[in-house]
């Protein structure tokens, strides 16, 4: 079983940043592959970005692309999203979550379908 916890939203003014963290419990962190979605009031869950296991390959909602930054620290068994010039579309709860299963794919997967372990997620608003 993994626990996912993600820490780090809060209220934020446009343009601003937030890093959000995501702290997997476990012994084979770096076998999973690692996305954050986003889920606003009234929609969908998203898609919001992905990383491989080797970090080699990351992904990004058209949205996000050249905003938002993925990453995992290994050694921490945690992921982060660096979230840069925050947009009030961006108000939403992200969740981290995780690919346990086995998945051969160079990219990370965009379908929520193909993940696993699901954090409670973390409100983010970005409001003036």
């Known amino acids: 079983q993994v626990q996912l916890v993600e820490s780090g939203g809060g209220l934020v003014q446009p343009g601003a940043s937030l890093r959000l963290s995501c702290a997997a419990s476990?012994?084979?962190?770096?076998?999973?592959?690692m996305g954050w979605f986003r889920q606003a009031p009234g929609k969908e869950r998203e898609f919001v970005a992905g990383i491989t296991r080797s970090e080699r390959n990351s992904a990004y909602a058209d949205s996000v692309k050249g905003r938002f930054t993925i990453s995992r620290d290994t050694a921490k068994n945690t992921t982060y999203l660096q979230m840069n010039s925050l947009k009030p579309e961006d108000t939403a709860v992200y969740y981290c979550?995780?690919?346990?299963?086995?998945?051969?794919?160079?990219?990370?997967?965009?379908?929520?379908?193909?993940?696993?372990?699901w954090g409670q997620g973390t409100q983010v608003t970005v409001s003036s």
């Open positions: 476990g012994r084979t962190f770096s076998s999973y592959v």
């Open positions: 979550a995780a690919v346990a299963r086995a998945y051969n794919s160079p990219f990370p997967s965009r379908r929520r379908d193909d993940y696993d372990y």
